[in-house]
Nanobody, 132 residues
Framework: QVRLVESGGGLVQAGGSLRLSCAAS????????MGWFRQAPGKEREFVAA???????????YYADSVKGRFTISRDNAKNKMYMQMNSLKPEDTAVYYC??????????????????????WGQGTQVTVSS
């Protein structure tokens, strides 16, 4: 069982920045695929970014087109933490952001890691509000 706790959300003006953190319990954090998803009011949950660490490859990262170039996902396996630096925030980034973790999937690539179905564990979410 893995417990995920997000932090770092808040209210920021358009163009500003926030850094989300996700703290994970569990002994095999480095093996998990980790992702960020978000859900805005009245909308479906959507993929934001994912990161997978493999010993022979290092980190592989994946981003939704809507955040590419503005958001950066990272992880610190020694601290069992994942982060997302969000820059140049826009009002349309307003949503509850969820941290997710999953056992290494058999699929690969963006089409794999962007799917919520591969993640087994979810945090409670942190609110991000961007004012115009």
């Amino acid at each position: 069982q893995v417990r995920l706790v997000e932090s770092g959300g808040g209210l920021v003006q358009a163009g500003g920045s926030l850094r989300l953190s996700c703290a994970a319990s569990g002994r095999t954090f480095s093996g998990y695929a980790m992702g960020w998803f978000r859900q805005a009011p009245g909308k479906e949950r959507e993929f934001v970014a994912a990161i997978r660490w493999e010993r022979w490859r290092g980190n592989s990262t994946y981003y939704a087109d809507s955040v590419k170039g503005r958001f950066t996902i990272s992880r610190d396996n020694a601290k069992n933490k994942m982060y997302m630096q969000m820059n140049s925030l826009k009002p349309e980034d307003t949503a509850v952001y969820y941290c997710a973790a999953g056992d290494p999937p058999t699929c690969s690539g963006y089409g794999c890691y962007s799917q919520a179905e591969i993640y087994d564990y979810w945090g409670q979410g942190t609110q991000v509000t961007v004012s115009s």
